[in-house]
């Protein structure tokens, strides 16, 4: 009995290895047939580069209709976003202000450079607003763009008038440990992206539209672009050369954010957006955050998702606009 188990043991264990080796030759030979046969999207990128702390960085600028003197918006997008992600918004809120959104390291259009630390997306946010001569802008962070936000308004308080925390909480956590950097998913992350299969897998994706769109609709809800050109600016990226690699560099990582004993110790005008609908950060995680950010300034959004500010901008800006007057307020008080 003992050694028919063991016979069958090795023979599931060979057929495993067997399988693994197929598996990751396969990988190997698709890339290879990218590699010879790639996917090239024709699409407008506007803005310009900047050097941010030695980073060569995409930016877009949306000039204020009307100046009013309000400070100017940096707009910080999230994982595996660009500047694209806000571009419906911008428009709508550089309707009294001047508006900018950049590209952070790895991503969108700016220089895949790392490291892809958040010590370095802080420093390439501080760059940015130091290239650009602008004086203490409000800045909105996007999902993990939070992080980068609140990371400067930690670091360096006087640089800006205030922060808003959109669909994400700063923290790149999902268990119940929060006092240590990290984040946890080392070894999943790791299989995930393990050359030739984690290359492979992603490349599949983006070649396809209909993968994209259907992950940006299912984040983004019905009143999301989802058209061809739409899903072409969220490709175009990752299909440029090194596009893949950088966003496999930067998931082998941890992910970056505060822990909650940092955001405690933010003392600028803090502001908080959630949507009813995001299930990654939901009301309750809001208004958590919102405490510990000692601000009592949180918006909800009743059945929007994660991408609102893409799918639902007007609604957006309703949202986010009581915020941006309360920061510049309470950053500058009426004697």
């Not at 009143?223 to 090194?242: E, N």
């Not at 998702?305 to 957006?316: K, M, W």
Request: net charge positive; aromatic share 6%; charged share 15%.
């Amino acid at each position: 009995m003992r050694r028919r188990v063991l016979r069958w043991l090795r023979r599931t264990g060979i057929a495993l290895i067997a399988l693994v080796l197929v598996v990751l030759s396969l990988a190997g030979l698709y890339l290879a047939w990218d590699d010879l046969a790639p996917v090239h999207v024709s699409t407008a990128v506007p803005g310009f580069s900047v050097d941010a702390a030695g980073v060569a960085t995409h930016v877009e600028h949306w000039p204020a209709a009307h100046p009013s003197g309000l400070p100017p918006l940096v707009l910080v997008p999230g994982f595996a976003e660009s500047t694209y992600v806000f571009s419906r918004l911008a428009t709508r809120l550089a309707d009294d202000r001047d508006v900018f959104a950049y590209d952070v390291r790895g991503y969108g259009f700016t220089a895949h450079q790392g490291p892809y630390t958040l010590a370095a997306d802080t420093a390439q946010l501080a760059g940015v607003i130091a290239a650009l001569h602008l004086t203490r802008p409000i800045v909105v962070g996007h999902s993990l763009g939070a992080a980068i936000a609140l990371s400067l308004a930690l670091r360096d308080p006087g640089s800006v008038t205030g922060v808003v925390a959109a669909n994400g909480d700063g923290t790149p956590y999902f268990g119940s440990d929060r006092s240590a950097p990290g984040g946890g998913g080392g070894a999943l992350r790791s299989v995930a992206t393990l050359p030739p299969l984690g290359p492979a897998v992603v490349t599949a994706v983006v070649r396809h539209r209909d993968p994209i769109r259907k992950l940006v609709a299912s984040q983004c809800g019905p009143g999301c672009p989802t058209d061809d050109r739409a899903v072409d600016r969220w490709r175009a990226p990752f299909l440029a050369d090194g596009g893949v690699t950088a966003l496999l560099g930067i998931a082998r990582q941890p992910l970056i954010g505060l822990t909650d004993d940092e955001e405690r110790r933010v003392r600028v005008p803090t502001a908080v957006v959630s949507s009813s609908e995001d299930t990654s950060f939901d009301q309750t995680q809001a208004v958590a955050t919102a405490a510990r950010l000692h601000t009592t300034l949180v918006a909800a959004i009743p059945g929007a998702r994660h991408l609102a500010l893409l799918g639902d901008p007007d609604r957006f800006v309703a949202a986010l606009r009581p915020q941006l007057t309360a920061l510049a307020s309470a950053a500058n008080p009426r004697r």
